[in-house]
């Protein structure tokens, strides 16, 4: 059974950094492109960054050079690496399994088939 | 980036009836969409991806149809734990996919 558990979330002042895990079960994580997706409070969903089978890694423009995913093959865990949090960094953080598609014509698509269950980070001083 | 807009926000719906969540794209997105639900405190789950294919383990009551820029979520007979919150998400613009606002689906 496919299973991802997330973990590292709390409260943090503005400036402070965080570090998430997931731990996933029932497949491998390097075989795998792993996104993360953040939640704000009543809000929708964002994605956060994507980290490729290959070890390529994306972000999105409100993250980038503060969010840094990877992951440790040996654990079968992803992470993510949160620096200069903000305010607006408060939210849901979900590690998702991303269900790739791949267009011979067009390229690469993707959804997301396996979610964790979330772990809040609160920025706030 | 691609912006996705959900159309009702939220609405209100008995048990059996027939729900229809509209998602619009910004530019052409072909059938690259998929819908999930999520109920409170919960993640979202996987309902419908490249715009009309179930995904395993989905009840048939769930649809998705269009291509382009418009799409449909239907819900064919609403039962008790259908009442959740709705998601699109586009996939053209991979990796940096982006999500609708989501709709409500209340009890009435």
């Known amino acids: 059974e496919v299973q991802l558990v997330e973990s590292g979330g709390g409260l943090v002042q503005p400036g402070g950094s965080l570090r998430l895990s997931c731990a996933a079960s029932g497949f491998t994580v390097s075989s795998n492109y792993m996104s993360w997706v953040r939640q704000a409070p009543g809000k929708g969903l964002e994605w956060v960054s994507v980290i490729y089978s290959g070890g390529s890694t994306y972000y999105a423009d409100s993250v980038k050079g503060r969010f840094t995913i990877s992951r440790d093959n040996s654990k079968n865990t992803l992470y993510l690496q949160m620096n200069s949090l903000r305010a607006e960094d408060t939210a849901v953080y979900y590690c998702?399994?991303?269900?790739?598609?791949?267009?011979?014509?067009?390229?690469?698509?993707?959804?997301?088939?396996?979610w964790g269950q979330g772990t809040l980070v609160t920025v706030s001083s | 980036d691609i912006q996705m807009t959900q159309s009702p926000s939220s609405v209100s719906a008995s048990v059996g009836d027939r729900v229809t969540i509209t998602c619009r794209a910004s530019q052409g997105i072909s059938s690259w969409l998929a819908w999930y639900q999520q109920k409170p405190g919960k993640a979202p789950k996987l309902l419908i991806y490249a715009a009309s294919s179930l995904q395993s383990g989905v009840p048939s009551r769930f649809s998705g149809s269009g291509s382009g820029t418009d799409f449909t979520l239907t819900i064919s007979s609403l039962q008790p734990e259908d009442f959740a919150t709705y998601y699109c998400?586009?996939?053209?613009?991979?990796?940096?996919?982006?999500f609708g606002g989501g709709t409500k689906v209340e009890i009435k």
């Open positions: 998702a399994r991303d269900k790739l598609y791949y267009d011979i014509l067009t390229g690469y698509y993707t959804w997301f088939d396996y």
């Open positions: 998400q586009q996939a053209n613009s991979f990796p940096q996919v982006t």
